[in-house]
């Protein structure tokens, strides 16, 4: 398959560690695209712990910077999860390229849901980190 290239002018949302976790889910994604049937199982597990952790991470960081309705960008992960563990009991199984199959639906995956959801939970964070303005009133 194509790689999933990481582009700064499209992926990069200016949140630190949320880019840091893109880009390494960029990485994993394209390994395991490339994993030979004997890798397969060893970047799919990497991939899926990665997730965990990605997932867990903005989950806290809604609730942290009130995002207000997570549901949807939850209910997003939770659907990658649900897929990888499809392709990771198929891979155990024996059918061999369930997860390299899977890397074309992630990439595109990715490219929208950073885009939209991630995107506005990193500008969540950007406005809430900002100091308050506090009016001060003129004394008489
Ligand atoms: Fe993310
Ligand atoms: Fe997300």
């Known amino acids: 398959m194509s790689k999933l290239v990481w582009q700064n002018s499209r992926h990069a949302l200016q949140a630190g560690a949320m880019?840091?976790?893109?880009?390494?889910?960029?990485?994993?994604?394209n390994q395991l695209a490339e994993a030979s049937d004997q890798e397969e199982l060893h970047h799919l597990n990497r991939l899926q712990a990665h997730c965990e952790d990605h997932f867990a991470q903005e989950a806290r960081w809604m609730q942290l910077f009130s995002l207000p309705n997570p549901e949807k960008h939850l209910r997003d992960h939770d659907e990658v999860m649900a897929l990888l563990r499809q392709a990771h009991e198929d891979l155990r199984g024996?059918?061999?390229?369930?997860?390299?199959?899977?890397?074309?639906?992630?990439?595109?995956?990715?490219e929208r849901h950073s885009t939209t959801l991630d995107a506005a939970l990193a500008f969540q964070m950007q406005q809430t980190s900002q100091p308050k303005c506090v009016g001060?009133?003129?004394v008489g």
């Open 19 to 29: 880019d840091g976790a893109h880009r390494e889910f960029v990485v994993l994604i």
């Open 94 to 110: 024996g059918k061999a390229g369930s997860g390299r199959e899977l890397t074309e639906t992630l990439a595109r995956w990715f």
């Open 136 to 138: 001060i009133a003129a």
